[in-house]
C-alpha cells in the first residue's frame, strides 16, 4: 500500500486486537479517525505517549476517535491495557499497512541515536516507564496519521527521532481545525 492507495482499500486494512480479535481499519471510522503510529508497544516513549493521550481523549471533538497501531508486540499492547489502564483500542498491524499509507517508514541509525531520542526515553524511565523486549519494529519511527470519514489521509506527523510525536496540544488542535474545514 502506498499514500495514494484507494480509501476502500485503506477501509479493508486487516488488525487484530491485543487478544488477537480481527478487525479492520474501517470498524474504527470516524470524523477524523487519528491513529497513533507507534514503533512496537514495548517502546518507552510510545507507551508513555499513548498514555498519556488516552487520558486526553476527552479533549477531541466529539465524533473523532483516537486509537494505537503498532506492527507487533501483542503481549506489549496488553500491559498498556492491563497494567497502564489505556483504554483506547491498542491495535496490531503486523504488515505495517497503515504505516506504509501514511508513508512513515523507519528511522536512520542517526535519527535512533539523537540525543533527543535518548533524552525523551530516559524521561519514560524517569515517569515509571521500564524496557521491554525489544521488537524487529524497533527500527520503525514514531507517527500520526489523520483520516477522514472516508480514509482520505488529510495530515500526516513522521516522527525524526524515539518519542516524536506531536504534543496533544497540538494534536487536539489539529483534529479540531480539521474538523472545522469539513
Known amino acids: 500500500m502506498t499514500p495514494s492507495t484507494p480509501p476502500e482499500a485503506i477501509a479493508a486494512i486487516a488488525l487484530a486486537d491485543a487478544d488477537g480479535n480481527p478487525f479492520t481499519l474501517g470498524e474504527f471510522g470516524a470524523d477524523p479517525l487519528v491513529v497513533i503510529l507507534v514503533r512496537y508497544f514495548g517502546c518507552l516513549p510510545c507507551q508513555e505517549f499513548v498514555r498519556d493521550l488516552d487520558g486526553e481523549l476527552d479533549r477531541f471533538p466529539t465524533g473523532s476517535r483516537v486509537i494505537a497501531v503498532g506492527g507487533s508486540a501483542d503481549y506489549q499492547a496488553r500491559w498498556l491495557r492491563d497494567t497502564k489502564g489505556v ?11 497503515v504505516r506504509a499509507v501514511a508513508g512513515v517508514g523507519d528511522l536512520t541509525a542517526r535519527q535512533m541515536s539523537s540525543l533527543g531520542g535518548a533524552s525523551n526515553y530516559v524521561k519514560s524511565l524517569v515517569h515509571g516507564f521500564r524496557p521491554q523486549v525489544p521488537t524487529t519494529d524497533a527500527t520503525k519511527a514514531p507517527g500520526v496519521v489523520i483520516f477522514d470519514s472516508d480514509f482520505n489521509v488529510t495530515w500526516v506527523h513522521h516522527g525524526e527521532m524515539l518519542g516524536d510525536y506531536p504534543t496533544v496540544d497540538n494534536l487536539t488542535e489539529r483534529v479540531e481545525s480539521l474538523t472545522a474545514e469539513s
Open 87 to 97: 483504554r483506547m483500542p491498542l491495535l496490531l498491524d503486523p504488515d505495517q499497512e
